[in-house]
């Protein structure tokens, strides 16, 4: 299996910054994408960004110019950099990863981290 670590998560006032972190580790051989969705309350999970394997990266449009996705290739790691959070960024945020282990596809979901923005 492949376990995440996310980290990061918590309570800001709107305006303010936040930074999460997602580490992959286990059966893993190859990663081809990672991303961070978020998911509020009485809402459908949506993507916020992701970055692909060949450095391209993808934003929704309502965080585009405020976060910032990266990577750590090394250390198989995500980062999500929040910036001028608003209170409607308040969710549930979750990693993603897609990859392989030898021949095999995988994708794995972390248990998620709460982002909260008070206004």
């Known amino acids: 299996q492949v376990q995440l670590a996310e980290s990061g998560g918590g309570l800001v006032q709107a305006g303010g910054s936040l930074r999460l972190s997602c580490a992959a580790s286990?059966?893993?051989?190859?990663?081809?994408?990672m991303g961070w969705y978020r998911q509020a309350p009485g809402k459908q999970r949506e993507l916020v960004a992701d970055a692909s394997s060949g450095g391209s990266s993808n934003y929704a449009d309502s965080v585009k110019g405020r976060f910032t996705i990266s990577k750590d290739n090394a250390k198989n790691t995500v980062y999500l950099q929040m910036n001028t959070l608003k209170p409607e960024d308040t969710a549930v945020y979750y990693c993603?990863?897609?990859?392989?282990?030898?021949?095999?596809?995988?994708?794995?979901w972390g248990q998620g981290i709460l982002v909260t923005v008070s206004s």
């Open positions: 993603n990863v897609r990859g392989h282990y030898g021949a095999v596809p995988l994708q794995a």
């Open positions: 286990g059966r893993i051989s190859g990663i081809n994408g």
